[in-house]
């Protein structure tokens, strides 16, 4: 028996010494940088503690009452946003995510749905709500068409990676029977690609809802319109009622959606 | 999967009768629902407006070029600024993350009855709220500029990592943790031999794609005012200068094209 103690130390994370030096130097020059270029008032920040608690005891008690006309229209009208703009735009993501996917389109066509894909990705829904705001004017019509446009971005591309994941030989076997390519889609490729497809549809349908609060406040309609409307008059009591209710709502979709896939699988 | 006997020939169909009948049920209310939440939707609409929005979009995109390209060089600022909101957002969002996920998480969490309900309360409140409005509310707050963007983005991720980090704490295998119980570790020990190790990969793709999205958040909390490109956007379209909005348009079509690039490799690196 030897009595020199062995000690076991835990394996360092990156295992080139250089490299990890070199990161850690990369880091802290990035956050140095950061700190000196960014202006940070702190003399304002001093002054807005006082006023942001004003601010935040200005949302209470959260009154439900004085425009509940109001919020139950927005809600609504958030809702009927919401099915319609996931419908739609679930409608349009089929043919791109099936142009996405790898190994059932051209060249040609892949590249002109990934293209699609990433240029309605790259722009958030407020953005895009600004544009057709001005082009198609205020109301739920243009927060519609922005929440459809900017689901293809998000369901086009998962949908495609789990195209491009399905087991060959099953849609092989569909194709050995001659069918058309219509056919092969529909008996070969969808099956496989059922499942997934309703759980990208409940949860970009519970995304959207929460979505549909921001458009508003760009003059997209629904209930954003109404925590702008109630912002733009003071009155913070029922802007705290609408943020509730938001939260609410959307726990409730989150709960649902997600039992819903679980069931589903 | 039935086959169907005609008088002299059999058919197959995928479904049986009952099954066509009830597919055929789901679409007529799915169409019933959608058409009455449409007709809702278009009665609010003027519609004169929206048959004349492709003049509207041809007249803007003809202001909008040619980008004024000289505009690009006062971007650059703005664009940093861009990047460190989300960046230092998501740093401190998953820093924040990280505690709450354990708290909630059904096998790490103390107390059951009330410390869990709490937790999930904060990232599902969190996860409910776009950090447009959270930068709305800390605008007013911490006063307009970077900062307020920098802790929206926070405040948002931490619902997002939040909730992915503790499925991913739920999943462990009990196993390895077991086994460093009975060398006697203690529960500092067991967190940081047999926890972390687990969700370290789950913790760093999480971080990264919420950093990912992050970039995209941190363009549009400037139009409320709290700092990055946004704010650049908003003024420019306040002034109708629609030549250079396409170039702002365009630099951020590259900075998220350029993001989704480094957080691809990223993932390929560490996977």
């Not at chain 1, 250089?18 to 950061?34: A, D, E, K």
């Not at chain 1, 790259?122 to 600004?130: D, N, R």
């Not at chain 2, 409005?133 to 983005?153: F, R």
């Not at chain 2, 794609?209 to 139009?223: H, Q, S």
Request: charged share 15%.
């Amino acid at each position: 028996m030897n009595d020199k103690k062995v000690i076991w130390k835990r394996k360092p994370l990156i295992k080139n010494r250089l490299l990890r030096i070199g990161l850690i130097l990369i880091i802290s020059t990035y956050l140095l940088s950061v700190f000196l270029t960014t202006e940070i008032d702190w003399q304002r920040i001093l002054e807005g503690i006082p006023r942001g608690k004003n601010f935040i005891f200005a949302f209470f008690p959260p009154d439900f009452i004085t425009r509940s006309d109001e919020i139950l229209a927005g809600i609504f009208e958030s809702l009927w946003m919401t099915i319609v703009a996931t419908i739609v735009g679930i409608l349009i993501s089929i043919p791109v995510s099936l142009g996405a996917a790898k190994n059932i389109a051209p060249k040609f066509v892949y590249f002109l749905s990934r293209g699609v894909i990433t240029l309605s990705r790259s722009f958030q829904e407020v953005l895009l709500a600004i544009f057709f705001v001005k082009l198609m004017g205020f109301g739920p019509f243009a927060g519609m068409v922005t929440l459809s446009l900017s689901t293809i971005g998000f369901f086009a591309k998962l949908l495609s990676e789990d195209i491009e994941d399905i087991n060959k030989s099953q849609a092989e076997a569909i194709k050995s029977t001659g069918s058309s390519w219509f056919q092969w889609v529909n008996y070969g490729v969808q099956p496989q690609v059922m499942p997934r497809f309703i759980g990208l549809s409940l949860y970009r349908l519970d995304i959207n809802f929460r979505e549909s609060a921001v458009i508003g406040i760009v003059g997209g309609g629904g209930i954003g319109s109404t925590l702008n409307t109630a912002f733009d008059r003071y009155e913070f009591e029922t802007a705290a009622a609408v943020l509730i209710v938001i939260i609410s709502i959307v726990m409730i979709v989150e709960y649902t959606s997600s039992h819903l896939r679980k069931l589903i699988k | 999967m039935p086959i169907i006997k005609q008088k002299d020939y059999k058919t197959w169909k995928k479904f049986d009768r009952k099954r066509d009948l009830q597919n055929w049920l789901c679409w007529f209310l799915g169409t019933l629902i959608f058409s009455f939440c449409f007709g809702l939707i278009s009665s609010k609409t003027i519609w004169f407006y929206v048959f004349d929005s492709h003049n509207e979009a041809l007249d803007l995109l003809g202001r909008m070029f040619p980008p004024e390209t000289n505009y690009f060089f006062t971007l650059i600022k703005p664009i940093w600024d861009t990047l460190n909101i989300a960046t230092i957002g998501t740093t401190i969002g998953t820093l924040i993350a990280i505690p709450l996920a354990f708290l909630s998480a059904n096998n790490t969490t103390p107390s059951k009855k009330f410390l869990r309900p709490l937790a999930l309360f904060c990232i599902v409140s969190s996860r409910s709220i776009n950090s447009v409005i959270w930068a709305l509310l800390l605008v007013a707050v911490v006063g307009p500029g970077v900062l307020a963007g920098i802790i929206a983005i926070g405040l948002r991720s931490i619902g997002f990592c939040g909730k992915l980090l503790y499925e991913a704490i739920e999943e462990i295998d009990e196993n390895q943790i077991e086994a460093i119980e009975a060398t006697g570790a203690n529960k500092a020990q067991i967190m940081t031999f047999g926890i972390v190790p687990q969700i370290l990969p789950a913790f760093t793709s999480i971080s990264i794609y919420r950093w990912d999205i992050n970039i995209r958040e941190a363009t549009v909390v400037g139009l409320v005012g709290a700092g990055g490109i946004g704010i650049e956007l908003d003024a420019q379209i306040g002034d109708l200068a629609w030549a250079k909005v396409s170039v702002i348009l365009l630099a951020i079509v590259v900075a998220v094209v350029f993001s989704e690039w480094i957080t691809a490799k990223i993932r390929k690196a560490i996977i």
